[in-house]
């Protein structure tokens, strides 16, 4: 099993930036896949960002550029620093985990971006 914590979801202006984290339970070396999922009210979930263990970083076009995912293996942590946040980037963000063919998610962080 894998348990997933986000934080550092909150209020920020239009144009700011915010950095989200998502500590795992077990070695994010051992975990396959990990990536940032969001979903905004009334909204599907949708796939924003991820990394593949061994591979190379996914984004979906809308934060291409302005968001960037990373894994800082010392401390089993995922993060995703968000920069120049637009209002539409309002949602819960979710942490998921692909480990022993299941799927894991963290509880998720509200952002909200101001305009």
């Known amino acids: 099993q894998v348990q997933l914590v986000e934080s550092g979801g909150g209020l920020v202006q239009a144009g700011g930036s915010l950095r989200l984290s998502c500590a795992a339970s077990?070695?994010?070396?051992?975990?396959?896949?990990m990536g940032w999922y969001r979903q905004a009210p009334g909204k599907e979930r949708e796939r924003i960002a991820s990394i593949p263990k061994g591979g190379g970083p996914y984004y979906k076009d809308s934060v291409r550029g302005r968001f960037t995912i990373s894994t800082d293996n010392a401390k089993d942590t995922l993060y995703l620093q968000m920069n120049s946040l637009k209002p539409e980037d309002t949602a819960v963000y979710y942490c998921?985990?692909?480990?022993?063919?299941?799927?894991?998610w963290g509880q998720g962080t509200q952002v909200t971006v101001s305009s």
């Open positions: 998921v985990a692909w480990y022993q063919d299941k799927w894991y």
């Open positions: 077990r070695s994010v070396t051992s975990i396959n896949a």
